[in-house]
C-alpha cells in the first residue's frame, strides 16, 4: 500500500508544472523517411505574398511533417498563428488545413496556463492537428468564459498532396475570463 502511495506521489509530482501535451497517434500515420537532400527555393502564391519572407526563410529549416514538408508558420495577430508547408523536393507551397470559421487563436487550460501550441505535427507523420479557441462570456460573471476548443485531426495523402479530416471535437471548458 505504501508503494502504490508512493508511485502515485511521484508521478503527481514529476506531472506537475509540464505543459499539457495532448496525445496522438503520429506513428499510426508514418510517412516513412525523412527526406535529407536539397531544399529547394518555395514558389510562393501571391496570396500570401504579405508573408512572402517568412517562407522563403523557412526553406533553411528543417523538415517538419510527412517526410517531405517544411512547416512555415507565422503570428497574425495575438495568440493566433497561420501558416503553410513546403515541399522541400519541389518548392511547391501547401496551405496548413485550417477548417475554422473563426481565428485561430490558442487555447487555454482551466488553471489560466496558455497551451504551447495549436498545430501538432512529426517530420515522419502523415498526422496533422489544429486546435482553436473562441470564447463567449458567462452572464453575470466577470471571472470566468466558456472557452469551446475545437480540435481538427487531418491525414495528409501524399499521392493526392491533400489533407482529410479524420475527426473534429468540441470541448467546451470554463476559463478564467484573463485569458482572453
Known amino acids: 500500500m505504501k508503494a502504490l502511495l508512493l508511485t502515485t506521489f511521484l508521478l503527481a509530482a514529476?506531472?506537475?508544472?509540464?505543459?499539457?501535451?495532448?496525445?496522438y497517434d503520429f506513428a499510426k500515420y508514418s510517412s516513412g523517411e525523412v527526406y535529407k537532400g536539397h531544399h529547394h527555393a518555395p514558389i510562393v502564391p501571391r496570396r500570401w505574398n504579405v508573408v512572402r519572407s517568412r517562407i522563403k526563410n523557412a526553406r533553411y529549416d528543417k523538415i517538419g511533417f510527412g517526410s517531405y514538408y517544411i512547416p512555415a508558420i507565422w503570428g497574425c495577430g495575438i495568440s493566433c498563428q497561420s501558416?503553410?508547408?513546403?515541399?522541400?523536393?519541389?518548392?511547391?507551397?501547401?496551405?496548413?488545413?485550417?477548417?475554422t470559421d473563426y481565428p485561430l487563436h490558442g487555447c487555454y487550460r482551466r488553471d489560466g496556463q496558455e497551451e504551447a501550441d495549436i498545430f501538432y505535427y512529426r517530420p515522419n507523420s502523415r498526422l496533422f492537428v489544429s486546435a482553436n479557441c473562441h470564447y463567449s462570456e458567462i452572464e453575470g460573471r466577470d471571472d470566468q468564459i466558456v472557452q469551446y476548443k475545437t480540435t481538427n485531426v487531418y491525414e495528409w495523402l501524399e499521392a493526392r498532396k491533400r489533407f482529410v479530416l479524420r475527426r473534429r471535437s468540441v470541448e467546451k471548458t470554463i476559463v478564467p475570463s484573463e485569458v482572453r
Do not use: E, S
Request: proline residues 11%; hydrophobic residues 30%.
Open 14 to 23: 514529476a506531472a506537475h508544472g509540464k505543459p499539457y501535451q495532448p496525445h
Open 83 to 99: 501558416g503553410v508547408m513546403i515541399d522541400a523536393r519541389t518548392g511547391k507551397t501547401y496551405d496548413f488545413p485550417l477548417g
